[in-house]
């Protein structure tokens, strides 16, 4: 009995003590390996397939509307699909569907359609499907997953959406709770989303939370919150604190890209799916569009240097 108790505390001690280091992040601050961007004006939106960054521009120096970069030394290598209502041509701002498949989801040829592509490593575009939603609804942080579940977000009415595009019917929503008045911008439960073949994470813009639901019956899994005092925002209000303005879900850990407040500037927490927090990362020049590689610990992405400079940007972590 004796020996059974001193085993016991042991253990408790260990796990305690595993406990503790996990839940301690790696803090560092990260350099990054920069390249002038030449090519676009203003990026809209960024993602990341194989070696390949393709950033989408409606406000372009050209008529271009995809921009292919390979990597890891972010070279220009193509631009494609031009802006227009021809064949091939897109009539609407092209937006990234995420996805694991190793493909390219591009919404912005109609309200209702989206392309599957292959790049080769010309930079050029190869058809391979056409997914045809249900109907059209202001899609935000779109998600397909195996070809077979698009997930997205609506940030107006709050809600996170899951359909079946075999079966082109509605599987499943998450509605968060909607303030009395009518300026959507500032909801106090406004955030964004990302999602994993398992996980969807949602992070709040004005609250220092992310919430981790379950892709299959779409439940909330873990709460994690910060220490921070919450404010309400308030509409017009420049000093109304900001918090997660993006979020990636990988493979085996989240990505959230957080402001906190203007003294401690920007920085990214990395989370596992327990939420646990394991690393904590601050920028020499902060990326305001990034791509995780996990398996080559690279963070690339799109950010302005204090000369107002913008850049692709590369970190090693």
């Known amino acids: ?169 509605y599987l499943d929503e998450i509605q968060m709770e909607k303030d009395a008045h009518n300026e959507s911008f500032f909801y106090s439960n406004r955030g964004t989303i990302a999602v994993n073949d398992s996980f969807l994470v949602f992070a709040y813009l004005f609250k220092k939370q992310i919430n981790i639901y379950r892709v299959n019956d779409f439940k909330l899994k873990k709460e994690i919150i910060g220490d921070y005092e919450y404010r309400e925002p308030v509409a017009g209000d420049s000093d109304t604190p900001v918090y997660y303005t993006q979020i990636i879900a990988g493979e085996r850990f989240l990505y959230a890209l957080c402001k906190e407040n203007k003294s401690n500037g920007v920085f990214m927490e990395v989370y596992n799916f327990d939420g646990l927090i394991v690393r904590e990362f601050t920028f020499d020049i902060t990326p305001n569009l990034f791509a995780v590689d996990e398996n080559n610990k690279t963070i690339y992405g799109y950010g302005y240097d204090d000369r107002f400079e913008p850049y692709l940007l590369k970190f090693k972590y």
């Open 1 to 169: 009995m004796k020996k059974y108790f001193i085993y016991s505390v042991l253990l408790l001690l260990v796990n305690s003590c595993n406990t503790d280091k996990a839940s301690t992040p790696e803090r560092r601050e990260l350099k990054s390996d920069k390249k002038l961007l030449e090519e676009i004006i203003s990026p809209d939106f960024l993602t990341r397939v194989n070696d390949n960054l393709i950033i989408s521009s409606s406000n372009s120096k050209s008529d271009t509307m995809l921009y292919i970069y390979s990597l890891p030394d972010l070279k220009y290598v193509a631009g494609a699909v031009k802006k227009g209502s021809g064949p091939g041509e897109m009539r609407m701002f092209p937006m990234f569907c995420e996805s694991s498949n190793r493909a390219l989801y591009v919404w912005g040829y109609g309200p209702q359609t989206i392309k599957k592509f292959d790049i080769n490593k010309k930079g050029e575009l190869k058809f391979l499907d056409l997914i045809k939603l249900p109907r059209y609804e202001a899609f935000n942080n779109m998600h397909i997953l195996n070809d077979s579940l698009f997930i997205y977000y609506l940030p107006d009415n709050l809600k996170i959406v899951k359909v079946d595009l075999k079966r082109n019917k």
